[in-house]
């Protein structure tokens, strides 16, 4: 860790756990926290929860698993370059998408609507809440028992409502101070996978045409320059050299302007870090270049009607699991029934939050269909 910047979270200026624990041997606490999350039982699940495409649409598009992959290997490698703490990054981004439910953004939408009379649904807050509460792997505590830094980061926002009952976590969002540059920087790791990944998958599936993205400018810039490199470059090779050059643009960029935006700043040590606005950020250029991006993936991929279906069927089906489970709580499985009587409504959220694509689609199968010998 001597090769860290001094205003990097390290071991020694951490906050520590919830729970004290015996150091441990042979690695970091940061890269502990890492295995617990790649251990957890809700890490398995994100192999089949959505990222755009259900997850029966095709095997290679990708996953909620896979996504988090890719977006720890962007966090590792700019988080290397910018001398902060890679295992902190590590962990963060493998943590990010932990509490997401399934069919993605569309099956989120539907649950927070389902649970707006009992205080909303989150997928950020319920990250937090499966490594702080869900996960039961541990005799000493509930949850995984992350660090406070990994715990930070996983919480990109939080409305001050949620945020004082979130206790230590919640007080930067009340105080209006900054996080670590590392969670800072795992967010916009994600952002660059999401964006960058989402064109790799709509193109694959047909969706999207190189011809519509030759309107965007960052796509179009890398699209010819790969041509002129390539000439005879068609077909998926063209599409993987094309987004893998954006990337590449785009970690550059984020490495560079971030630099710079800590060298204006004078930044010196971490409690500078946490005083100072946030750091970590791109360009104006590129940063228009990613807006006009999103808005292009908005439009023409999210908004296609075939997605659209899709995310019509998926709020379909939360819809209905939830009023049928919040109607008759009897017909949730044993151990959500009790949790009920504690947490209510809470407890249904946690059951469909923690669903798999196609564990949703047999469970509403299992309440639904009237299946004939």
Not at 182 to 196: C, P, R
Request: glycine residues 6%; hydrophobic residues 40%; charged residues 25%.
């Amino acid at each position: 860790m001597s090769s860290l910047a001094p205003y990097a979270v390290t071991a020694g200026n951490s906050r520590g756990r919830l729970v004290t624990e015996t150091a441990p041997v042979g690695r970091s606490e940061f890269q502990r926290d890492r295995d617990r999350i790649i251990h957890s039982t809700a890490f398995r699940r994100l192999e089949y929860k959505t990222q755009v495409f259900v997850n029966h649409e095709g095997d290679l598009f990708r996953t909620r698993l896979t996504h988090s992959l890719e977006v720890a290997q962007i966090g590792r490698s700019i988080a290397r370059n910018l001398q902060l703490n890679e295992d902190l990054v590590e962990a963060i981004t493998l943590a990010h998408d932990l509490g997401h439910t399934p069919f993605g953004h569309a099956g989120q939408d539907a649950l927070n609507d389902c649970m707006q009379e009992y205080g909303g649904f989150e997928h950020n807050l319920q990250s937090l809440r499966v490594v702080d509460v869900l996960e039961e792997r541990y005799a000493a505590f509930d949850g995984l028992n992350l660090c406070f830094e990994t715990r930070e980061g996983i919480l990109k926002h939080a409305a001050k409502k949620n945020a004082r009952k979130l206790g230590d976590v919640g007080v930067r969002f009340l105080n209006n101070t900054s996080p670590s540059l590392e969670a800072q920087l795992a967010n916009f790791a994600d952002e660059i996978a999401y964006n960058n990944h989402d064109v790799d998958d709509g193109l694959r599936s047909g969706l999207l045409t190189h011809e519509q993205l030759e309107a965007v400018s960052i796509f179009s810039r890398h699209l010819a320059q790969i041509k002129q490199r390539y000439p005879a470059l068609t077909g998926r090779r063209l599409t993987h050299e094309t987004v893998r050059s954006m990337i590449n643009t785009l970690a550059t960029d984020l490495t560079q302007q971030s630099i710079l935006n800590i060298k204006n700043a004078k930044i010196s040590s971490l409690a500078d870090v946490h005083a100072a606005p946030l750091l970590i950020g791109l360009s104006s250029q590129i940063k228009k270049e990613q807006q006009e991006l999103k808005k292009f993936l908005r439009d023409h991929l999210y908004q296609h009607y075939r997605v659209v279906r899709m995310s019509s069927k998926a709020r379909h089906t939360i819809e209905r699991l939830f009023a049928s489970f919040n109607a008759n709580v009897k017909l949730l499985p044993t151990q959500y029934q009790i949790k009920f009587q504690q947490e209510e409504q809470q407890a249904i959220a946690d059951y469909i939050a923690g669903m798999t694509d196609r564990y949703a689609i047999r469970e509403y199968r299992r309440l639904f269909a009237i299946e004939l010998a």
